[in-house]
């Protein structure tokens, strides 16, 4: 058993901090949010994620098992042995991450090591471009804390591969674990958190320094981004021929170099990872010299489905002074997070177009409502399609994707599906994205 302080609570940091309890390990979340640790401390999640309600309500709590609490005091860190930093590394204008929170965070962080004689290990779990952590994060750690990295305390790198809606069971059973570290104590205090993991997964562990992992993020996010983008560019070509760019997938997919996986062509990728991380590393390999042509298209093909969606519409109907249901508004099903969503750009052009918004979604209206206060927000998706002239699926729920009748109440029922979440059927006027 290892203890361990996350500092941070958001996505990353409490899944991982109620996975680490879940595996046998003490944690102890820090976060200066005194409302999510009052949350985490009552046994109940601060968001909305599959399952990590009811790891939450085992390990925290006053019924729970007491491998999880929460504070928002620094000083905890000095009754664990790892410490991981799971903070916001947001864009700026340019698509290059703002470390400025991760700066702030090492330096209270190695301000308060100071104070502790034994060893300490520190992992960034945020996203970083390469040569953060050794070029930026330790250099302030070891000013704060008057230490030297190596000696009197160890510094890693562990990046996360989690998605949002299935965060915690890609946590338990990760395809893989990458393990970056520039000192040999350091790996072995994160071996010491991993190898309960190790052994109930089986996933395969790669050891590399801290800039080889920072890296292998990045080229994760940006290969699967690519990948979606490719399959998107095919089907709108597939569309223009009048073929099912799915039939098309599922014959490439049998080609064991290409698999099965991302060939759902679509209205694109959102959420917080693809879209700042492409435009990181692009902003990082251009202050490198390098243009990077692959990942550019794939951002910029992604750019465009929501336009392409909204072009099917128009070809159908005018929504000018007219109702239109916008089925689906966060970013992918099982998740509240808007961040990028495609309905943000969707609802822009139906608002530039003079429409009157109807939107539904089952978990995220109250974070859509906020970027959009003036729209109508539906209870069920029936109420959005009542009278609307046009459909436009953005997520599929599946509360949406099991609608059928409720189509019968548009005025015109036109519907443009950017999911393949709908089926095609006599009495609606249907149009897939790219099928």
């Known amino acids: 058993m290892t203890r361990i302080s996350v500092v941070g609570s958001g996505y990353v940091g409490t899944t991982i901090a109620a996975c680490f ?37 085992e390990h925290a709590g006053p019924n729970g098992t007491g491998r999880l609490e929460a504070t928002t005091e620094y000083d905890a860190v000095l009754d664990t042995d790892v410490t ?59 000013s704060a804390s008057d230490d030297t990295a190596g000696e009197e305390f160890g510094v890693g790198m562990n990046p996360e591969f989690l ?4 965060a915690v069971n890609d946590f338990l059973n990760p395809d893989k674990i990458v393990l970056g570290a520039d000192d040999d104590r350091a790996l072995e205090d994160m071996y010491s958190v991993f190898d309960p993991l190790i052994d109930r997964s089986g996933a395969p562990v790669v050891e590399t320094d801290t800039r080889t992992a920072e890296m292998i993020k990045y080229a994760n996010n940006s290969f699967l981004a690519a990948k979606i ?48 991380d492409t435009a990181a590393i692009r902003a990082a390999a251009r202050d490198e010299g390098y243009e990077p042509a692959m990942i550019d298209a794939a951002a910029t093909v992604n750019d465009g489905q929501p336009n392409r969606l909204l072009s099917l519409m128009d070809s159908h109907v ?13 970013f992918k099903p099982g998740t509240d997070d808007i961040r990028n969503s ?13 429409a009157e918004i109807a939107a539904y979604d089952p978990v995220a209206t109250e974070n859509m409502r906020e970027q959009f206060p003036d729209i109508e927000y539906a209870d069920t998706p029936g109420t959005a399609l009542n009278e609307a002239v046009a ?31 709908i089926d095609r059927r006599d009495g609606i006027v249907y149009e897939g994205l790219t099928w």
């Open 21 to 57: 309890a879940d595996l046998g390990h003490e944690v102890v979340n820090v976060d200066i949010d005194q409302e999510i640790v009052d949350t985490i401390n009552d046994g109940t999640a601060p968001i909305h994620e599959d399952g990590l309600a009811e790891l939450v309500a």
């Open 84 to 142: 991981f930093l799971c903070l916001p590394t947001p864009q700026n204008d340019d698509g290059s991450i703002d470390l400025s929170i991760m700066e702030a965070a090492a330096d209270q962080l190695g301000t308060t090591l100071a104070a502790k004689e034994a060893w300490h290990t520190v992992i960034v779990k945020s996203t970083v471009v390469p040569g953060s952590t050794e070029e930026e994060i330790t250099p302030i750690l070891e």
């Open 163 to 166: 998605r949002e809606g299935t």
């Open 229 to 276: 983008s490719l399959i998107n560019d095919i089907g709108n070509i597939c569309k223009e021929f009048g073929i099912d760019a799915y039939e098309v997938a599922d014959a490439i997919a049998l080609d064991d170099r290409i698999g099965e996986q991302f060939l759902r062509s679509g209205v694109g990728w959102g959420g917080s990872c693809f879209e700042k």
């Open 318 to 330: 005018d929504v000018t002074g007219k109702r239109v249901a916008v089925l689906g508004l966060a």
């Open 342 to 354: 495609r309905a943000i750009p969707v609802i822009e052009g139906l608002q530039a177009r003079g």
């Open 391 to 421: 459909a436009l699926v953005v997520t599929d729920w599946e509360k949406i994707t099991t609608l059928n009748d409720e189509f019968d109440t548009m005025s015109t029922p036109v519907v443009v599906d950017g999911r393949r979440a």
